[in-house]
């Protein structure tokens, strides 16, 4: 018999405790019942899809399945607009489905973003790393909503997330989604994948002495560390030579103006200015949330990243398993 589910608030917490319970079921076949969404965030919807990509990858079959006749309409509207449903892929969809949005002010519609468009957005068609950053500019300049100082910000937080992807996992492909939170004054970013994880991704660095997901978070904000792992470090030019400052350096910047947040290898790490803390939490491949103050932006500067970079590659010197200098692509902000 299939098990239904009734998917409900699809806010951080709420989503990391419906996957864990949606884990735990043992049934092959489960129906998804969305009717009673109320909060929705897009920390939330990713989270979900890449838990769901999971299971169908693990043969499940997943159904959307609209058992309730009364539909929350302000929740489940919201998600289907943000494309949730449609990029959720799961069997059944009725056929109103929002298939694609436009974003708007306060919104970047859920968006599957594929290696091998990167290479078509190259001028030569062969090189993914300079569609990167034509990519993520792009995606700076809607999010940040005409707000010069976050455009750039975003531009280099969403460059080194995507290239960390793309270097140190087998997925070929992320999701990002982003909402604006104009009475917070807040700005939420959430990015994800369905690789294997930090964990899985860092245990090849037989150096570093990793116990669980929660030790793998920290050193994977550690500079000079995650670079030690990669698998194409040396296959690409100097100025994208992988390093392992990356994550280091999003985490320091975001920090100074919101909290980082990451998402992998069954634990969570957040981080909000020099505050880090961690616990165990069930998860599938890695996801990253970026939640921003705007008015705190203009914190930021090129200055900053330098700052950031130099007191990174001092402390590298105490660890002699960490790569002493950041990669030129790092420096550039």
Same mark, same amino acid.
């Not at 309409?73 to 799961?90: E, I, P, Q, W």
């Not at 999701?175 to 009475?183: D, E, G, L, T, Y």
């Given at each position: 018999?299939?098990?239904?589910?009734?998917?409900?608030?699809?806010?951080?917490d709420g989503?990391?405790?419906q996957?864990?319970?949606?884990?735990?079921?043992?049934?092959?076949?489960i129906?998804?019942?969305?009717s009673k969404?109320?909060?929705?965030?897009s920390i939330?919807?990713?989270?979900?899809?890449?838990?769901?990509?999971?299971?169908?990858?693990?043969?499940?079959?997943?159904?959307?399945?609209?058992?309730s006749?009364?539909?929350?309409?302000?929740g489940?509207s919201?998600a289907?607009?943000?494309?949730?449903?449609?990029t959720?892929?799961?069997?059944?969809l009725?056929?109103?489905?929002?298939k694609?949005s436009?974003?708007?002010?306060?919104?970047?519609?859920l968006?599957?973003?594929?290696?091998?468009?990167?290479?078509d957005?190259?001028?030569? +068609?062969?090189?993914?790393?300079?569609?990167?950053?034509i990519? #993520?500019?792009?995606l700076?300049?809607?999010?940040?909503?005409?707000?010069n100082v976050?455009?750039?910000?975003?531009?280099?937080?969403?460059?080194e997330?995507?290239?960390?992807?793309?270097e140190h996992?087998? #997925?070929n492909?992320?999701?990002?989604?982003?909402?604006r939170?104009?009475?917070?004054g807040?700005?939420?970013?959430?990015?994800?994948?369905? +690789?294997?994880?930090?964990l899985?991704?860092?245990?090849?660095?037989?150096?570093?002495?990793i116990?669980?997901?929660?030790?793998?978070?920290?050193?994977?904000?550690?500079p000079g560390?995650s +670079?030690?792992?990669?698998?194409v470090?040396?296959?690409? +030019?100097n100025?994208?030579?992988?390093?392992?400052?990356?994550?280091?350096?999003?985490?320091?910047?975001?920090?100074?103006?919101?909290?980082?947040?990451i998402i992998?290898?069954?634990?969570?790490?957040?981080?909000?200015?020099?505050?880090?803390?961690t616990?165990k939490?069930?998860?599938?491949g890695?996801?990253?949330?970026?939640?921003?103050?705007?008015?705190?932006?203009y914190?930021?500067?090129?200055?900053t990243?330098?700052?950031?970079?130099?007191k990174g590659?001092?402390?590298?010197?105490?660890?002699?398993?960490?790569?002493?200098?950041?990669?030129?692509?790092?420096?550039?902000?």
């Amino acid at each position: 018999m299939p098990t239904n589910f009734m998917v409900r608030n699809l806010t951080l917490d709420g989503t990391l405790r419906q996957i864990e319970e949606l884990s735990t079921i043992k049934d092959k076949i489960i129906n998804l019942d969305f009717s009673k969404m109320t909060k929705v965030r897009s920390i939330g919807m990713i989270l979900f899809t890449t838990y769901i990509e999971y299971s169908v990858n693990k043969n499940h079959k997943i159904y959307y399945y609209s058992g309730s006749t009364k539909v929350n309409d302000r929740g489940y509207s919201y998600a289907d607009h943000a494309c949730f449903f449609n990029t959720l892929k799961v069997k059944n969809l009725p056929s109103n489905i929002t298939k694609n949005s436009v974003p708007t002010d306060n919104f970047y519609p859920l968006e599957k973003i594929d290696v091998k468009e990167l290479y078509d957005l190259s001028t030569s +068609g062969t090189d993914w790393k300079k569609g990167l950053i034509i990519k #993520s500019k792009k995606l700076a300049k809607i999010i940040s909503n005409g707000n010069n100082v976050l455009e750039t910000n975003i531009a280099y937080a969403l460059r080194e997330i995507f290239r960390n992807t793309f270097e140190h996992t087998t #997925s070929n492909h992320l999701f990002i989604s982003a909402q604006r939170h104009p009475s917070e004054g807040t700005i939420e970013i959430a990015i994800s994948d369905s +690789g294997e994880g930090i964990l899985n991704v860092l245990s090849v660095n037989k150096n570093l002495n990793i116990y669980d997901g929660e030790d793998a978070l920290k050193w994977c904000i550690k500079p000079g560390i995650s +670079g030690n792992a990669g698998r194409v470090s040396n296959r690409i +030019g100097n100025e994208w030579k992988n390093s392992g400052y990356g994550l280091y350096v999003v985490s320091e910047m975001i920090s100074k103006i919101g909290i980082f947040n990451i998402i992998s290898s069954n634990a969570k790490l957040e981080k909000e200015n020099d505050n880090l803390s961690t616990s165990k939490n069930i998860s599938f491949g890695t996801t990253l949330l970026l939640k921003v103050n705007i008015d705190d932006t203009y914190k930021l500067s090129s200055k900053t990243i330098d700052n950031i970079v130099s007191k990174g590659q001092i402390e590298s010197k105490n660890n002699r398993y960490a790569i002493r200098t950041a990669s030129t692509m790092s420096k550039i902000y």
